[in-house]
C-alpha cells in the first residue's frame, strides 16, 4: 500500500517535472537587460511603451529594464560590470565612458554600426557615434546643445525682444538689471559644484562662437588661444558690469545649477544659458511658464557645442546583435517622433527632426538651426572629465577675482588638463 | 624552568574568545590588508586584473599639488572644527548643567539644542545653502546692520570658515551631549569642599570641573578630530570643493581619485595615507594628553 502510494507520488512529480521543463523550453525567450535612469524624466510608460513596442516586434525578446537613478548609475554600473554582471545595454553619458572603456567593459559599436540595418543609416548621424582611442564606445540617443532661453513673458513685459547676438545679449542684460529692485536678466551657475556646467554650456558654447577649438584629437588643450581669451573676457564683462545674478563676482561664484533653475522658474531671472531640456524642469516648478530659445547667436562663427546621452553595449554581453537591433529601435522614427512630440528632446533621428512642425517650436526650432550649423561641433570622451571641469573652473574662478590674467589663467589651466589627460 | 603556556593561562578562554577574534579579523584585519596591497597595484586592462606598480602611486600622490592642498584644508577644516565644536557645546553644556529657576525650561532647552544633531547633513547643506545665499537672509540681516553683505561660499576667503561653522551647528550637540553627561557625573561633593574652602564659581570651574572633564574632552577631540578628517558629505554638498579649491578636502581627493574616476589603486593610496596621517596625529595628542595628566598628577 505504502509503496503503491509513494509510487504515485513518484510518478505525478515526475510529470510535473516534465511538463515545467516542455513549458520552460516552450518558453524560453532571450533575455536583454537594458540598464537606464530615464523613468523621471521620461516617465515610466514611455520606457515601458518603448519596451513593448520592441518585444512586439521581436516576441523571442524579453528586455528587462533596470532602472537606476542618474547620479548613482555611474558608480552603480561600473561596481556590476566589474562583477561580471554587467547589463546587454547601458544608459551612457560621454562623461562616465572614458571610467568604463579603461575598464574594456564597452563593446566597440564599429561592426555592429557596419552591418546596420538600411533604414538605420539613412536615418542616424554618424556623427553621432562616439569614437575614442579608435573604437566606437557609445551612440546617442539624443542630443543637446546649448543657447540662451528666455522668458518670454518677462520679455514682452520689458518691451525687449529677443537678442540674435552676444553684444545683444548684454544690452538686453543691461536693459532687465534693476538694482533696487534686486533684478538681474540672466544667472549662470559659475560655482565649484556646477564646474562640468560652466566648462559645457558656458565656457565650450562661447569658444566655439569665438572661433576656438577646446581640444585636439587627442584631447590636449587647444583652449589656451585667443579665442580663449576673448571667451573668458566676455564672461568676465557681464560680471565686472553687475550684469550676473546676484550682482558681485563672489556671489556669482556661489551660484549653482540648482540656484539658477530655481530662479529662473520663479521668473526671478529671465534669462539662462542651457539646453531643451530645461523647458521640461521648469515647467515642473511653473507650469505656466513660457520659454523659448533666442535666434542662434552668431560671433566668429555661428556654431554650438554638440553633445547627448546615449547608450553603450556591454562588452560581456552574450547577444550583441540583438543589443543592436534595440539601439535601432530606439532611435527609430516611432520611437523619435514620440519623444520629440511629447518630450521635447531632440531625439537622434534626422527625419524626425527635420519635420516641418518642428520649425514652429519657439524651443526646438531654433535648436534644430543651432545643431545643423556646419560650425558646430561634437565633443568627444575625455578622461576624468570631472578633473578637467575642475581645472577649467578653477582658474576661471581665479580670473574672475582678478588675481590673474586672462591669458595666464587658461595657460595654467591648459598645463593642468593636459596633465589629466595623459595621465588618464 | 620553562611553563606551557596551558599552564600560565586557561587555554579554555582563547576558544570562548576565538569567534569575537575571528570576526574581528574578518571585518577589520582582512580589508586593511586589501587596502595596503590595492595602494600597491594598479588595474591592467590588459592583465584582465590588478598588478604590482609598488610605489609608483605614492610617488603620484605625493607630487600631485591638489592632494597637498586638501591635506592642508583638511587639517584648517579639523582643527577649526574641533575648535567651534568644543568653543559652542562646552558652555552651553555648562549651562544646561546649571541650576535653572525652571527644571521644566531647562528640559526644553536640553531638548532644543539637539535639534540641529536630527538634521541630515544633506538636509543641513540646503538649509544653510539658502541662508547663506548673497541675497539670502543672512546677508540681508547683515546689510540691514549696515555690515554689507558676504559671499560666504563664493568668497574663497569665507568659503572654508563658512562651512566649518555649518559643520560645527550640525554636529556639536553630540559633543554637547558627552560632555553635559561627564558634568552630571562629577561628585557633588567636590563642589560643596571647594565652597567650604572659600572658591567662587570660577575657582570651582578651574580647579574642579576642568580637571574632572579632562580624560572626557580627551576622548571629545579624539572622536570630533576621527570625523571632521575625514568628513565629506555637509562640505561636499554646499561647494563640492570651491571656490578655487578653498574648500576642497582630502575626502574629496578620495571620493574622486578612487570612486569616481575608479582608480582603485590610487584610491587605496590616498587611503592608506589618510589613515596614517590620523594615526600619527591621534598617537601623537593621547601621549601628550597622557605625559601632562601624569605631569599634573
Known amino acids: ?424 | 624552568m620553562r611553563r606551557r603556556l596551558s599552564d600560565r593561562y586557561d587555554t579554555k578562554g582563547f576558544l570562548f574568545l576565538a569567534p569575537a577574534l575571528i570576526l574581528l579579523l574578518l571585518s577589520i584585519a582582512f580589508p586593511l590588508f586589501r587596502v595596503i596591497q590595492r595602494s600597491l597595484q594598479e588595474y591592467s586592462t590588459q592583465a584582465g586584473g590588478f598588478k604590482y606598480v609598488w610605489f609608483n602611486q605614492y610617488q603620484q600622490l605625493f607630487s600631485d599639488p591638489l592632494f597637498w592642498i586638501s591635506v592642508r584644508n583638511t587639517f584648517v577644516f579639523t582643527l577649526g572644527s574641533i575648535a567651534l565644536h568644543l568653543g559652542l557645546a562646552y558652555p552651553i553644556a555648562l549651562l544646561l548643567n546649571a541650576k535653572w529657576p525652571n527644571v521644566k525650561v531647562r528640559n526644553f532647552f536640553r531638548g532644543a539644542f539637539i535639534l540641529p544633531f536630527l538634521f541630515s547633513p544633506p538636509a543641513a547643506a540646503l538649509l544653510w545653502g539658502i541662508l547663506f545665499r548673497p541675497l539670502g537672509p543672512l546677508n540681508y540681516g547683515l546689510s540691514k546692520l549696515g555690515i554689507g553683505s558676504i559671499a560666504f561660499l563664493g568668497d574663497p576667503s569665507w568659503a572654508l570658515f563658512s562651512v566649518m561653522l555649518v559643520n560645527s551647528w550640525v554636529y556639536f550637540p553630540l559633543y554637547m551631549i558627552l560632555i553635559l553627561g561627564g558634568l552630571q557625573s562629577i561628585p557633588r561633593i567636590l563642589y560643596d569642599a571647594a565652597r567650604v574652602d572659600g572658591a567662587n564659581w570660577f575657582q570651582r570651574f578651574i580647579f574642579v570641573t576642568l580637571p574632572q572633564m579632562r580624560t572626557l574632552v580627551i576622548t571629545v577631540i579624539l572622536i570630533d578630530f576621527a570625523t571632521s578628517f575625514i568628513h565629506f558629505d555637509l562640505v561636499w554638498t554646499m561647494t563640492k570643493g570651491g571656490p578655487m579649491r578653498s574648500t576642497y578636502l582630502i575626502s574629496f581627493f578620495l571620493y574622486e581619485k578612487g570612486l569616481r574616476d575608479f582608480r582603485l589603486g590610487y584610491g587605496s593610496a590616498v587611503g592608506v595615507v589618510i589613515a596614517l596621517i590620523m594615526a600619527i596625529c591621534i598617537t601623537a595628542y593621547v601621549l601628550i594628553a597622557i605625559r601632562r595628566e601624569e605631569v599634573t598628577a
Open chain 1, 1 to 424: 500500500m505504502n509503496i503503491r502510494f509513494l509510487r504515485s507520488i513518484g510518478l505525478v512529480l515526475l510529470l510535473g517535472l516534465l511538463l515545467g521543463a516542455t513549458m520552460g523550453l516552450c518558453q524560453a525567450k532571450t533575455k536583454l537587460v537594458w540598464a537606464e535612469w530615464w523613468d523621471p524624466e521620461w516617465g515610466e510608460d514611455t520606457v515601458e511603451w518603448i519596451v513593448s513596442n520592441f518585444e512586439e516586434e521581436h516576441p523571442d525578446v524579453d528586455v528587462e529594464r533596470s532602472f537606476v537613478p542618474h547620479d548613482q548609475f555611474n558608480d552603480k554600473l561600473l561596481t556590476l560590470c566589474q562583477a561580471g554582471d554587467c547589463p546587454d545595454i547601458m544608459g551612457m553619458e560621454v562623461t562616465w565612458s572614458d571610467a568604463f572603456n579603461r575598464l574594456g567593459l564597452l563593446a566597440d559599436l564599429t561592426p555592429l554600426a557596419a552591418s546596420a540595418s538600411e533604414k538605420f543609416n539613412s536615418q542616424y548621424n554618424p556623427a553621432w557615434i562616439i569614437n575614442y582611442k579608435g573604437k566606437a564606445i557609445m551612440a546617442y540617443l539624443y542630443t543637446n546643445s546649448y543657447g540662451v532661453i528666455y522668458n518670454v513673458k518677462l520679455l514682452e513685459e520689458a518691451g525687449l525682444q529677443p537678442p540674435t547676438d552676444w553684444e545683444e545679449l548684454k544690452d538686453t542684460l543691461k536693459a532687465l538689471h534693476d538694482p533696487v529692485a534686486k533684478k538681474w536678466g540672466i544667472a549662470l551657475p559659475f560655482a565649484m559644484k556646477s564646474s562640468c556646467h560652466f566648462m559645457l554650456y558656458d565656457f565650450w558654447t562661447r569658444l566655439i562662437q569665438a572661433g576656438g577649438h577646446m581640444v585636439d584629437e587627442n584631447g590636449l588643450a587647444r583652449f589656451d588661444s585667443p579665442a580663449g581669451v576673448r571667451t573668458l573676457e566676455y564672461w568676465k564683462s557681464l560680471l565686472d558690469e553687475n550684469l550676473v545674478y546676484p550682482g558681485t563676482v563672489k556671489g556669482a561664484l556661489a551660484t549653482g545649477e540648482k540656484e539658477f533653475r530655481e530662479l529662473f522658474a520663479a521668473e526671478q531671472v529671465a534669462m539662462i544659458l542651457s539646453g531643451p531640456f530645461e523647458k521640461g524642469v521648469a515647467l515642473e516648478r511653473n507650469p505656466d511658464i513660457q520659454l523659448a530659445f533666442t535666434p542662434p547667436f552668431e560671433d566668429c562663427t555661428g556654431g554650438y557645442l554638440l553633445t547627448g546621452s546615449g547608450i553603450a553595449i556591454s562588452s560581456q554581453t552574450e547577444h550583441p546583435e540583438l543589443a543592436w537591433a534595440f539601439f535601432e529601435h530606439l532611435v527609430s522614427h516611432k520611437v523619435a517622433t514620440k519623444m520629440i512630440e511629447e518630450k521635447s528632446l531632440t531625439w537622434a533621428n534626422t527625419a524626425a527632426l527635420g519635420a516641418p512642425e518642428l520649425a514652429e517650436d519657439p524651443m526646438l526650432g531654433p535648436y534644430a538651426k543651432m545643431v545643423s550649423n556646419p560650425a558646430s561641433r561634437s565633443w568627444i570622451a575625455l578622461p576624468s572629465l570631472g578633473d578637467l571641469c575642475g581645472v577649467i573652473m578653477e582658474h576661471a574662478q581665479e580670473y574672475f577675482l582678478g588675481l590673474v590674467d586672462a591669458e595666464t589663467a587658461l595657460n595654467e589651466a591648459a598645463e593642468e588638463w593636459n596633465a589629466v589627460v595623459s595621465g588618464g
